[in-house]
């Protein structure tokens, strides 16, 4: 059976975490709690470190912050469906028809 949390978004784990840190529950301990639940799409043992140090610094948001620069492009669909082209040609085929539709 799947888990109802394996689609969890960053940002709701960031809540769980914070949740959790703030009962007193110990960052491996949220770690291993959340992988149970969420599987693979779970954060790394290392980010629930770096967010517990930034709830403990008094961080409150679990969204991002804003940025300047150009946004990131690498993680839109097309892109990740480009990524998941079954033969060369494919993808070959794929970039072709981003270049004609870009120029």
């Not at 949740?19 to 290392?46: C, D, Y």
Request: aromatic share 8%.
């Amino acid at each position: 059976m799947d888990s109802p949390f394996q689609d969890c978004t960053i940002e709701k784990q960031r809540g769980v975490v914070r949740f959790l840190w703030a009962e007193g529950v110990k960052p491996v301990e949220i770690h291993r709690r959340m992988l149970a639940q969420n599987g693979q799409s779970t954060m790394s043992q290392r980010k629930v470190y770096e967010w517990v140090e930034r709830f403990k610094s008094g961080r409150t948001r679990v969204t991002d912050e804003g940025r300047s620069g150009r946004p990131s492009t690498s993680r839109t669909q097309d892109h990740k469906r480009s990524r998941k082209a079954s033969s060369p040609q494919e993808y070959r085929n794929y970039l072709k028809d981003i270049t004609n539709a870009v120029c």
